[in-house]
C-alpha cells in the first residue's frame, strides 16, 4: 500500500487527533517496527509497518467513519454552488478523504449525520430492506394524541401515494404544542414532517438523535464531530446484517 504519514495512520483509527499524535510521538511513545518515530510527518506503509502506540499495536482503517453533530443550515451534499455543506464542518484532511454524507437530513434539521468513504455499509444502512431504526425528535404545533400514536403504527399513506412502512410515534409531551420521538426505518424526503403535517402537527424542529442504534453523542456540540470507534463501525456492520 502507498506510504502514508504516521499521524494521518495513526489517527485514522478514531482514538487519537492528530495534535495528540504529535504528542505521543514528542514523548517517544509511538514506535514503527520497533524504532521510536522520528515525526509526526515520518511515512510507514499502514498494512506492513508494526506500529505501537504506548506499547499497543493500532489497526489500521482502510475506511473513515464520522458522527458529525449537524447544525442548522447545512446541506448534507458533497457540495452545493450556493451554500454550505456538511462538508464545510471537516477540517481539509478529512474533505481529502471522498467523505459522503450516510442518507441526508434536510437544511433545517440536526443532529446525528453519519459521514464515510466506504460505500457499500452506507447503503446498507439506508436501504429500508435492512430495517435500520433512525430516531427523530420532533417538536410540532398541536396536541398528539393516541390516534397519531394509532397512525404511526398502522403505516401512513400521505395524500401523494407515498406509502409509509409502519413507524413508531412516542409521545413524549402533548399540549398546544407536543414533543415526540419517532422510528423510522426508511427515509423518503422530508418524510417526518410529511407524515406530522398529514396528521395537521406541523413539525417546528426535528433533531435526528440515533441511527442503527448508535445515539448522538451528547459530548459533541452542534458543528462537532468524531471519529467512529471500531466497536461502533462493527455494531453498524451487525446491524444490516441481522
Ligand atoms: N424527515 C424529515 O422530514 N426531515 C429530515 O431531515 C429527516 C427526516
Known sequence: M???R????IASTGRWSRREVKDLIRHRLVTVNGIPAASPEEKADPETAEILVKGECITYRRYTWIMLNKPAGYLS???DGKGLTVLDLLPQELRRQELF???RLDKDTEGLLFLTNE???AHDLLSPKRHVDKVYYARVEGCLVQADRDAFAAGITLPDGLQCQKAKLEILSAGETSEAHVTLREGKFHQVKRML??????VTYLERVEMGGLPLDLSLSR???RF????????LRKQVSR
Not at 504516521?6 to 495512520?9: A, E, Q, R
Not at 403535517?197 to 406541523?202: D, R, T
Not at 467512529?228 to 455494531?235: A, D, K, R
Request: aromatic content about 6%.
Open 2 to 4: 502507498e506510504m502514508q
Open 6 to 9: 504516521l499521524d494521518k495512520i
Open 77 to 79: 451534499a458533497t457540495e
Open 101 to 103: 454524507p450516510v442518507g
Open 119 to 121: 460505500g457499500g455499509l
Open 197 to 202: 403535517a398529514f396528521l395537521g402537527k406541523p
Open 223 to 225: 458543528g462537532e464531530y
Open 228 to 235: 467512529l470507534t471500531p466497536e461502533e463501525v462493527e455494531h
